[in-house]
């Protein structure tokens, strides 16, 4: 299976909707259309979301931004999600989106690439490891207001 | 999180042998690599070889090979096998020795979540491109 990274159309958010739904458990209405009117749609110089289509189906799919001086970092690309589907996984799906990202962020002269998630979430730790991702010099903090 | 030497030569000796699939190699020469005591790496491979990660093969020229799956074996997988993370948390007492403890289990997570997270496969990308 090859597939083949573009940027998102209108007519495949029911799909990345259902392989979010399908990974996370968490059905989330309205976001995935909020999602894609600011990544997705319109002039998004600095805002990126890319899906893998094989066969005319969607496969997975990544979204970022290239963000200036965020927590005090020089212009860098975050990446906020990347999903594949399960029975599509081990294929290179998800090392393709990456990298496709990774080219938008590069011709915006973006030199680093950052992401943050669940310290166990380890299919996906494992796949930024995988990519040559390492620790950041940054500590997430939470503090808890209830 | 600090590491027993045994963990550390364990971790040196899955690399090694991973590296190099199908081929044996002997403790003496991953000994010697690594400034290690044969005698002290003998015990290492012996437990990973009882755990399946590596296989030995006797006779003439024999040693020890991967046997794990790279892509699927992590850090923490090798590490659990020395360490024994099981030990209570340090959450117990009250204030201070509550507050010192609540940072260490926080390192200590962190650490962990690392250890899961890199596979042997990623280790031996990472020592390619530490070479370059």
Redesign the interface.
């Known amino acids: 299976m090859k597939a083949r990274v573009r940027n998102v159309r209108a007519g495949d958010l029911e799909q990345v909707a259902a392989i979010d739904a399908e990974i996370t458990r968490l059905p989330k209405p309205g976001y995935w259309a909020q999602i894609h009117r600011r990544y997705g749609s319109g002039r998004r110089q600095q805002r990126f979301f890319l899906v893998a289509e094989a066969a005319g189906r969607i496969e997975g799919f990544v979204i970022g931004e290239v963000r200036d001086w965020e927590f005090g970092s020089p212009r860098c690309g975050w990446v906020f999600a990347i999903s594949v589907r399960p029975r599509a996984r081990l294929a290179g799906v998800g090392s393709r989106l990456l990298q496709a990202i990774c080219g938008r962020f590069q011709r915006l002269g973006v030199t680093k690439v950052r992401t943050m998630l669940a310290?166990?979430n380890?299919l996906i730790?494992?796949f930024?490891?995988?990519q040559?991702m390492m620790?950041a010099p940054f500590i997430p903090l939470e503090l808890d207001l209830a | 999180m600090k590491l027993q030497k045994n963990t550390l030569f364990a971790l040196y000796s899955v690399l090694e042998s991973a590296a190099r699939p199908g081929r044996q190699l002997s403790a003496r020469e991953i000994a010697r690599k690594h400034r290690i005591s044969p005698h002290h790496l003998a015990k290492v491979l012996h437990t990973l070889a009882q755990a399946g990660v590596v296989e030995s093969v006797r006779g003439v020229g024999g040693g020890y090979r991967f046997a794990g799956n790279a892509k699927r074996l992590t850090l923490m997988d090798v590490i659990e096998l020395f360490e024994d993370f099981s030990a209570p948390r340090r959450r117990a007492g009250a204030g201070i020795e509550f507050a010192v403890g609540s940072v260490l289990d926080e390192i200590d997570e962190i650490a962990k979540a690392t250890f899961r997270s890199i596979t042997i496969a990623t280790m031996l990308k990472l020592v390619t491109r530490k070479r370059k």
């Open positions: 310290r166990d380890q730790l494992s930024f490891r995988s040559g620790a």
